[in-house]
């Protein structure tokens, strides 16, 4: 310990101060490097003075006029004056001299070969500062050496615990940039400026005769990108290859990789890109070559804009070393920079999967529409649904405005015009009998039947496709068990009438003013819904998701503890989607709605008791995104009385 350094000294300096008569030792210490030491410094026998320039003749006076019997020790630091300047000399004479040499002390208490002394001695003004030479004592090094030496004095200075040159590097290219970088300067203030650039050299190959911080992090690039670029190095580029590519691979990596410097990484990556030219130079390359470069932004941009160019012109066979466009996407979404090109990555897998597979071919047989939407055919509408849900977090869609018109295109005139159409002409073939569940046998199929508590979520036009979303989320949740079924919905498919085909009922039926009654009973609010429920299930209770998100656990126990059924309603799709200045955040809504019920089932079933869950909708809902022609409008019948919506028009008719 660098305390010990002081030990030594002191029981040399008490040694010198055994005697009866009194004796006076002079330090000069002519770097001043226990001028901290000497602050905290007791004697056992003796006192200390302090010697200054300019206080020579008050020491001079104070020794020999004012205290003639005391031992002292007469510190100075700085070098022994010439005698001609020394106004002490004659005093000296008589008495004595004290050398101490902290470079012998260093070596001899961290057990350095003492051939190493004279580098010790090189960075002597490193060790003037007691809390650096602790640091160094902490880093506790088992093997010294030149180059360990050095390590671990630039360690010391740039704050790490560890003497490790790549600590070391990471600090530097972390903690302060590339030009004027503090650190450097501190390696030049103790003359460490040239040790650094020969571990650079040592440790990843880099050696130039007018070395630079950029020059250098260019050579840990280009070196890089030289071993995952399968082609020839620009000319420009290939004087920084270093052959020390292991070591720079596996430095870049842990940089890239790390949770705490990544930003840091990107940031520098960018500063190299652009330094070298990259934009520009590897667009020259074949972007087969590029597949495995991870440490550009730049490479990202580049495969972006080709995969574009593909779907654009309907290539769906397109493939770089062998992988299809979605492989690519996948594959480039798990790489460094994949979570800054996420979005434009989804997009394009769900465009890939519209211009592959959204081509809709009509089926005969209403029970064939059915298993081959509830199998198939519903994951255009997921697909679509994802290809603007990430299209819409990107703040410039530019360069997928061509794209967007083809999934558009297809979607609309190849998939949801036939698929409609197909779906309406078997519908009417089989007079409306599919054979499917119906939505208005919902209580007494899929809540009644069971004993223990059950919680019903009907989130408000949450469609199928966008249940088989939830449904595949927590089927890799392996505390659920999970299953998904298709029932047939009421017509006309809107919120008040699905909403009441939902609840326990012998009767529906219309008002004059087309309000919905269960029973003869209004269902209009949460409470004439509850009402209803607890005619035949005397403990149950009905209640908004929006109550319930907020509650506390012991309000939200309350709330299930003796019930039977628990209806909860949740509106996020609908009340988005049915209004015109919102229902471009549709798709939006259905994400948040997806998460928001995951989140409801494992809240109660952890805080409420409650196990059992039923989620459902009153109606699910047809979208695209580009508004409707007048073309693609159905004429309507002229009514005396009727109600419109956005989605319907109705009319007072049998249900």
Avoid at 65 to 91: G, M, Q, S, V, W
Avoid at 94 to 119: H, N
Avoid at 560 to 573: A, E, L, R, S
Avoid at 575 to 582: F, L, M, N, Y
Wanted: proline letters at 2%; hydrophobic letters at 35%; aromatic letters at 14%.
């Amino acid at each position: 310990m660098a305390e010990l350094n002081l030990k030594q000294i002191i029981d040399k300096l008490n040694s010198e101060f055994t005697s009866d008569v009194r004796k006076l030792v002079f330090w000069y210490d002519a770097n001043a490097e226990f001028k901290d030491d000497i602050e905290t410094m007791e004697l056992e026998n003796a006192k200390i003075l302090h010697l200054e320039p300019d206080n020579q003749f008050y020491i001079k006076y104070f020794l020999e006029c004012e205290d003639t019997t005391n031992h002292y020790l007469i510190y100075a630091p700085f070098a022994k004056p010439a005698i001609r300047d020394n106004h002490l000399a004659d005093t000296i004479r008589y008495s004595k001299e004290f050398f101490a040499d902290r470079a012998s002390l260093l070596t001899i208490d961290l057990g350095i070969d003492e051939k190493y002394k004279p580098v010790i001695q090189h960075y002597i003004k490193f060790f003037a500062n007691k809390d650096r030479t602790q640091k160094f004592y902490d880093l506790e090094i088992e093997t010294f050496n030149r180059s360990t030496i050095e390590v671990a004095l630039m360690s010391v200075l740039c704050k790490s615990k560890t003497a490790s040159f790549e600590e070391v590097l990471r600090c530097i290219l972390t903690d302060d940039g590339l030009e004027g970088n503090k650190y450097l300067a501190e390696f030049e203030k103790y003359d460490l400026l040239g040790a650094f650039w020969q571990q650079a050299d040592t440790n990843f190959g880099y050696n130039d005769s007018k070395p630079t911080l950029e020059k250098f992090i260019i050579t840990m690039f280009v070196t890089y990108a030289s071993r995952v670029i399968h082609t020839d190095m620009p000319q420009a580029w290939k004087p920084f290859v270093s052959y020390k590519f292991g070591n720079i691979m596996t430095f870049t990596d842990n940089l890239m990789n790390s949770y705490l410097y990544s930003d840091r990484y990107d940031e520098i990556s960018d500063i190299v890109y652009h330094a070298i030219n990259g934009k520009e130079q590897l667009a020259k390359f074949d972007i087969e070559s590029l597949l495995e470069c991870n440490i550009f932004s730049g490479v990202d941009e580049l495969i972006i804009k080709w995969l574009v160019e593909r779907l654009e012109n309907e290539d769906i066979g397109a493939r770089l070393d062998g992988k299809t466009i979605p492989e690519i996407c996948v594959e480039r979404r798990k790489q460094h920079f994949g979570k800054k090109f996420r979005s434009e990555y989804f997009i394009i897998e769900n465009a890939f999967n519209i211009i592959a597979y959204g081509k809709y071919e009509p089926k005969s047989g209403i029970d064939n529409i059915i298993k081959e939407y509830t199998e198939n055919s519903y994951k255009v509408d997921r697909r679509y649904r994802y290809f603007y849900f990430f299209y819409d977090s990107l703040e410039d869609t530019t360069q997928f405005e061509n794209l967007r018109e083809l999934v558009e295109n297809i979607y609309t005139n190849e998939y949801l015009n036939k698929i409609t159409v197909n779906w309406n002409a078997e519908f009417s073939e089989a007079k409306g009998v599919t054979r499917l569940p119906l939505q208005k046998d919902f209580y007494s199929r899929s809540v009644k039947p069971f004993k223990e508590r059950t919680a019903v979520i009907i989130s408000d036009a949450f469609r199928y496709e966008v249940a088989h979303t939830l449904y595949e989320n927590m089927q890799a949740d392996e505390k659920c068990k999970v299953d998904i079924s298709v029932a047939l919905g009421v017509l006309p498919s809107y919120t008040a009438l699905g909403m009441a085909a939902l609840l326990p009922h012998k009767t529906i039926e219309y008002t004059e003013d087309y309000n919905v009654l269960v029973d003869g009973m209004p269902t209009a609010s949460t409470e004439q819904k509850e009402k209803i429920l607890q005619q035949y299930s005397p403990n149950s209770k009905c209640i908004q998701y929006d109550a319930i998100k907020q509650m506390k656990q012991a309000e939200l126990r309350e709330v299930f503890t003796g019930q039977d059924v628990v209806y909860i309603y949740h509106n996020q799709v609908d009340g988005r989607g049915d209004k015109p200045a919102t229902e471009n955040e549709v798709f939006n809504a259905c994400e948040e709605t997806i998460e928001e019920i995951h989140t409801l089932i494992r809240r109660i079933s952890s805080q409420a008791n409650t196990h059992h869950f039923v989620v459902t909708a009153d109606h699910g809902f047809i979208y695209k995104r580009d508004k409707l022609n007048e073309s693609d409008k159905i004429s309507g019948s002229n009514l005396s009385s009727g109600k419109y919506g956005q989605r319907y028009y109705s009319c007072c008719m049998g249900l």
